[in-house]
């Protein structure tokens, strides 16, 4: 059985029962081992990570890659892996998951080269020093923490990343875009309208709705580096 043939948007977590499913030489498929071996993370977290990482990192190379409100931190190895000009990454959520270490352990076993060059911390990402060399990149921060992730990206006019989700249609930003288009989308838009106000140029991308109802993935660079 291949790894299409099961719903990549599935919560349930892979396991050493799934490693029959990625068989390749792929870098995808020695990551998905990697995940499986580690047995603590939802089948839709590695093709979230996936799908966002090697789009990303088609149009922003290298930096320190700091992953904000980052949870087990497959985004940030994933993007290490795609480009070894990287030196480290980060991840900084509030609360760490306990079997992040799992995960880092399983993938550090296949690609013993990242040993020691992503970090977790477990604190609030508005205390983070970012630097306008750094590639600020989030998956699914929910509602406002995507707003958070940009505006400390653009304080330090570094290269920044989201798929945003769980959109506030209350608090949120939807300008007057409303009367045209879901509120989602609205929060959406004038997220990457806000982004170019800021001199930022930007680049609007979707990863695959199999993956994720949630899937516009907005990118932006300052305009005098990108």
């Given amino acids: 059985m291949t790894a299409s043939a099961f719903d990549h948007g599935s919560s349930g977590r892979l396991t050493a029962h799934d490693l029959g499913r990625f068989t ?22 590695l093709y979230e990570a996936w799908e966002m990482a090697r789009r990303v990192r088609r149009i922003c190379r290298g930096g320190r890659v700091v992953d904000l409100a980052g949870g087990h931190g497959l985004l940030a190895h994933v993007m290490l892996l795609l480009d070894d000009t990287s ?20 993938i550090v076993a296949e690609w013993p080269r990242l040993a020691g060059r992503v970090r977790f911390e477990a604190r609030r990402f508005e205390d983070v ?6 590639l600020v990149v989030s998956c699914h921060a929910c509602g406002a923490l995507t707003d958070a992730v940009l505006e400390r990206a653009v304080g330090a006019r570094a290269r920044v990343a989201v798929l945003p ?6 608090r949120g930003d939807g ?34 709705i199999e993956v994720t109802p949630r899937n516009r993935l907005l990118i ?3 305009i005098d580096a990108a």
């Fill in 129 to 134: 020093a970012l630097s306008a060399a750094d």
């Fill in 175 to 208: 300008g007057d875009l409303a009367g045209w288009m879901p509120p989602d989308l609205a929060i959406d838009a004038m997220r990457a309208t806000r982004l170019r106000q800021q001199s930022y140029r930007i680049w609007t991308k979707t990863i695959p």
């Fill in 24 to 45: 390749g030489d792929s870098l995808f498929d020695r990551i998905a081992r990697a995940v499986c071996a580690a047995g603590c993370l939802p089948r839709k977290e």
């Fill in 87 to 106: 030196p480290e990454a980060i991840v900084v959520d509030a609360v760490l998951p306990p079997s992040h270490a799992t995960l880092n352990g399983a």
């Fill in 220 to 222: 932006g660079a300052p």
């Fill in 165 to 170: 989700c769980c959109h506030d249609h209350v």
